[in-house]
C-alpha cells in the first residue's frame, strides 16, 4: 500500500499501463514537458519519449480526430482534454466519429480510445473550467464513461479503460486530484479474475434509511454526509460506471432502503439523475416509499467563482434532500 | 450567374481535353501500355457503376446515390498512385477511389442501400468507410499518418475532400496538425466546383492549393480531368511522404457532371450550358483518344472493356436487388467491442416484442 | 385557413417574421438560390436579397459563431444547420457561447438566435441524417428549445422563437414537413394577448386512462396509436417546448389519469423521457398507478436506413407501452 | 531546448530595441507628441495594473491573472489604433486592449476576482468580454464584421488571439468567413511564442502571417514590441477594412514575459535566459528612450506618469478588495433574457434553503 493522491494514482495507472502494452499513446496540450496543467502526466515523457507522449497542437477536434485515426492504425490513444469547458470543440469527432466507427463499420476496427477529462467545480476557477459535462457523454450511444473517485479506483479504471476495446470518456475529479488515499500497486487492474471491472457501482458506505447515489467529486461529499447524519442511516453508493449504469446494484439497495437521492454537480434537467430516477422507479415502484429525489447544480450556466459554493450541492444540501426523502 | 471557370495556368496537365500529351518539367510521368489500358477500363467501369447505381436510385433500389460523374480522372488517377500498403480515406463520393482499393461494386453500393453504414473491411482494403460529415476524415487521416510514423513503415495516406469542406475546421486543423508533426499525408481536393448549390467562391477566394503554403507545406493544382496528372502528381505527392518529407495538398481541378445527389435538383442554381463546356474536358474521352492516337489500344480493346462495363451493370442490378436484408440483430451489433449491459436487454425487448405479432398476439 | 405543409408553414412564418423587423436575417448552407435542402427558405432570397438570406461557408462552427458576432451587432440570426447530424461541428459555441453570452455579460449583450435543425428520422437516409440529439440541448442552460409538431404550431412557434430575445433550439421534424394542415396565416404569433406563447405543452387529444407525452414526429404517431386504441382510453401532450418544459400540463393529466407514457425517437439513456418521467415521479408520486414508462429509441447509433422502421417508435410500440402500463 | 527566435527579417519596425527611429516605405506614421506621450503614458499604467494584479492573486484577493508583461505594445498600439465606433474582441490576456478601449481597471479584474463572468458593457465600450474558450471569438468579430457591412457602416473590427489559437478550427473558419465575404476585420495574433508550455513551433512551422495569403487576403508581421509600428500597422489595416478592402493577419511577434498565468510554472518548460534576451526588447523602454532622445518627454512627465501609477495601484488595491460580493440571485438573474419557470422554481428553492439555515431550522 503507497499513499498516493488521485492525480499521482493516475499518472501511476498510465505509467502502468504504458509498460504494459506498447501502443498506448499519450496525446494532448501541454503534457509533455509540463506534464500537463495538472501534473497527471508528470515524467512520463521523459521516460517514455516524445513519440508516446505528444505534445498536440491546441486543437481539441484535431487532438481526437487524429486519434481516432491513431485507433485506425492499431494504436490506443489516451487524450487528454485541459478542461472539462473545452471538450465542446471535439464533440463532432467524438459523437459521429469515435462513437460510430465500431458500428459502422460492423466491428471491423475498433476505437480503443480514452479521452480524460477534468471536470467539476469547487476550485475557483474562471469560466469554463469547472463544468460536469457528462451528461451528452452518456447520452451518446457507443461511448462509456466513467468517474473515479479515489486514488484506488482512479489507478484501476484508468488502466482498465485503457485496456477496453471500446471508446471511454474518462472524467476525473479535479477537486479530489489533491485527496490522498491508500493505493495497492501490485493488484493487476486488468486480471477480471481478480479486481472486479469497472462497470459497476461501488456501495462505498452501507445504511438502512435512505440510499444515496452519487459519483466522483460527490463521492466524499456524500459519505461526509452519511457520518454526519445523526438519526438517519445513509447508504451511500459510487456509480462510477456513467454509461453503461450499474442499475442492479442501486436497485438492490434501493429495495432494501425505499428512498434514493442522486446527488451530481451537473445542472439537474436532463442530467444523470433523471436517468437514474426513471430507471429505479420502473424498476422499484411498489419498494419506493418516496419519489427519488436529485440534489444538482442548478439549471444555470457555472457561476462566476465567489457564487459556487451556493452552486454547489453540499453536505446541508443532501442531508436536507434526505430529509425531504424521509418526511415523503 | 456562374462565369467559366478552368484550371490556374499553373495546374498540372499531361494531357490536353483534346487528348495530345504535353510535357511537364516536374510531373513528366511514364507508364506502360498496360497501365495506361487499365486506366481506361478502371473509368469506364467506375462510370458504368455510377450510371447503374443513379439508374438503380431511380428505380428505388437504392435510398440515395452521390454520383462522381465526372471526377472520374481524379479519383482513379489518385487511387492508382497508391501503393497496396498506403490508406485512403474516401467521401461518399469518391467511388472511383474505392474501387482503385479493391473494394467490391456491391460493397460500395451497400451504404447506399441502406443495409450498413460501411460496406467493406477498411483494414484489408486499407481504404476507411464513406465518410458523411465534411472534414472529419482529414484528421483521420493525418493520425493514421502520424501511426505510420511512430511505426516507422514506409506508407503513406491519401485523405480525400471537396472544394466546400475546406472551410470546415476539421480540414485546417489537419493541415496544422500534419504540418508541426511533418505526418506522411497527401490532402486531395476535389474542387468540382460545386458543394451542393454553392459555387467555389462561397469557400475560398483564391485558388485552393495556396492554402498549403500558409501552412508550412506545399501545394499544386492539377487537371483534374487529366488522369495522367492526377497520377503523376500524386505519385510524386506519395513519394514525398514516405519519405519524410511530409504533407502535400494536391487541388483536382474537375466538375461534378451530375446532381448533388440523387436528391439534388441542380437546375435551380446552375446553367446547363457550363455542364455542356464541361462536357468537352471529359477525362475518359481524352484519354480514349490519346491511347487510339498512340496505338495503344484499337477499337477491339475498347469493345472489350465496353463489354466488361455491361457485364459489371448486370452483377451490379442483380446484386443490389438480391443484397441480404440485415436481421434485426444488427441494431445492437457491434455498437460496443466488449458486452454491455443494455444491448443485451434491449436487444431481448425487442425480440421479444416482434415475436408478440409473430404468435399473434400483439396489441 | 390555407392548407399548408409544415415545410411551407415555417417558409411562411420566416417569411412574416422577416417582414416584420429588417433586423431578422437568415443563414445558413445551401439555403438562398436552393431554398436549402428541404426547399424551407425556397423564394426567401429573391424577395429579401441576397444579404438578408445568405449562403454561407460549408462549417457549422463558423455560421453559429458568426450568428453569435451579428446578434451583438444587433441583429436576430435564425441559422440553419442542414440536417442534425451536422449541428455537431456548431456545439461548443452553441454550449460556450450562445447559451451563456446574455449570463457572461449580466444581462447586457442578448442572443436573440434561431438555429433551425430538421431533425429525426424516419425518411430512409444515409449515417447522420436522422438523428434527434435534442437532449444534448435541453441539458444546456441558457438554451430554449422548441418543436413543432403540425403546420399551424411551425408558423407560429417559428415567429414566436424568432421574436423571443434568448436562443431558442428549433427542431422541426422532417418526416412531418409533407404533411399538410390548416393554417391560419392571419393570426398575429406574438401577440400574446391572443395566442398562447410556445413555452407550452399542448393537450391535442383528451382522454382517461393513460397520458402520453411526445413531440415534434412522434405526436402524430401517438394520436394514431390513440385512433387505434380501442379499450385503453389515450390523453395525447405534445409537449413542443423542451425546454422549459410545461410541467404543469402534463402533471394536471398525469394526476386525472394515474399514468404516463413518454415517447421520443431519440434514444432512451439521458433522454428527455428520463426528465419527465422523473418531473412527474416527483409531483405526481400519489396519484401515479404504473412507473412512467418510456417509448423511444434503443440506445444505439441509429441504424441503417433498412433496419429504421424497428428502431423508430411506432403506433404498436407504444400501444404496447400502454398495456403494460395498464398492467402494472 | 529553445534557439533565440526573432521577427522575421520582414517584419514591420519603426522603432528599434534601442530605441531608434526608423522608416518604413509603407507604414510610416506620424504622431503627434501627445499621441506618443499618451502611448507611453497607457503602457506603463498597464504594466502597473498588471503588476498589481499579479500581486493581489499571490495574496488570494484574484483566483487567477493572466500577466500581459512584455506584450503592452502590441496591445495598447492596436487598441489606440481602434476609432471610436471600431469593436475589439478580445482574450483573457488583453488588458491592453480593455484599457485602450477605456475598459475601467477594476472591471477588467473583476472576473479575475470571480465576482462576474463578465465585467463591462461591451456595447457601450466597443470591447466584447474576455473570451477564454480559444479561437471562439475569432468568428464572433467575423459576424460582427458582417453586421458592420449589413449596416453599411464605416467600422471595423479588431479580433484578438495567440499563436496557440491559430491551430483551433474556429481561428481558420473565421478566416474562410472573412475572406468570402470580405468582411472589415482585423485578425491580430499575438505570437507571444508560448501557448502555456508549448512553444510556436508545436502550432505552425512557418510565421504565422503567411497563413493568410492561401484564404485571400494579406498578412504582415510587426515587430510586437514596437508600438509605433503595431499602431501603424494596425491603423492601416483598419483603414482598409472600413473602406471595403477587407480583412488582414497582423502577426505581432512579442514574448510572453510572465508566466502563461498565476497557475502556471514556466521554468518547468522555458530556460531563463530567454526570458533575458526578451528583455532587452521591453517595449516600455523602447519608446521611453525614444522620448527621450527626441526630447518629446522628460524626466518631470516620466515622473507624473509614475506618480499616476502609483495611485492607480491604490485604486486597484483598494478597489479590489471592497468589490461588492455578488448576491446569490446572480446565480439565476441573466441566464435567460425572458421569464423562465425553472429559474424561478430553482431561485425560492435556493431562497428558502438558505433561509433555512438563518432560522436556526437548518437539519
Ligand atoms: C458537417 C457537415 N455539414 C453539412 C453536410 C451536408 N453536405 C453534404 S455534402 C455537402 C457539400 C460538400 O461539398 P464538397 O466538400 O465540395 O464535396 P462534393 O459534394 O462536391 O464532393 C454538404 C453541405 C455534411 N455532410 N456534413
Ligand atoms: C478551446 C480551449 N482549449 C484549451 C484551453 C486552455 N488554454 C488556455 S490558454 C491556452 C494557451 C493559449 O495560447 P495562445 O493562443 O498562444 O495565447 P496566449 O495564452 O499565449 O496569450 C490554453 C491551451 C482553452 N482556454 N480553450
Ligand atoms: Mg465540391
Ligand atoms: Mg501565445
Redesign the pocket.
Known sequence: MTQLTMAKAITAGLRKAMEDDPKVVLFGEDIGRLGGVFRVTDGLQKDFGEHRVMDSPLAESGIVGTAVGLAMRGYRPVVEIQFDGFVYPAFDQIVSQVAKMHRRTEGLLMMPIVVRIPYGGGIGAVEHHSESPEAYFTHTAGLRVLSPSDPQAAYLTIQQAIACDDPVVYFEPKRRYWDKGDVDLSIDATDLAQVPGPWRARLVRRGTDVTVACYGPMVRTCLEAAEASADVSLEVIDLQSLSPLDMDTVVSSVERTGRLVVVHEATANGGLGAEVATRVTERCFYSLEAPVLRVAGFDVPYPPSRLEEHFLPNLDRVLDAVDRAMAF | MTTERVPAAAAVQLLTPEGERVPHPDYDISLSDDVLRDLYRDMVLVRRLDTEATALQRQGELGLWAPCLGQEAAQVGSGRAMHENDFAFP?Y?DHGVAWARGVAPLEILAMFRGVTNGGWDPIRKRCAPYM????NQALHGVGYGMGIQLDGAEEAVVAY?????TA?GDVNEAFVFASVYNAPVVFFC?N?Q???SQSQERHSRVPIYERAAGFGFPGVQVDGNDVLAVMAVTAHALDRARSGDGPTLIEAYTY?MGA?TTSDDPTRYRHANEVEVWRLRDPIERLKVFLARQGIADRAYFDVVEHEADELAILVRDGVRSMPEPSIDAIFDNVYAEPHPLMEEQRRTLHAYEASFADGAGA
Do not use: K, M
Request: aromatic content about 10%.
Open positions: 467521401t463520393r458523411i460529415v465534411i472534414g475532400f471537396g472544394d466546400g469542406a470546415e476535389q468540382n460545386w458543394a451542393i461534378r448533388h
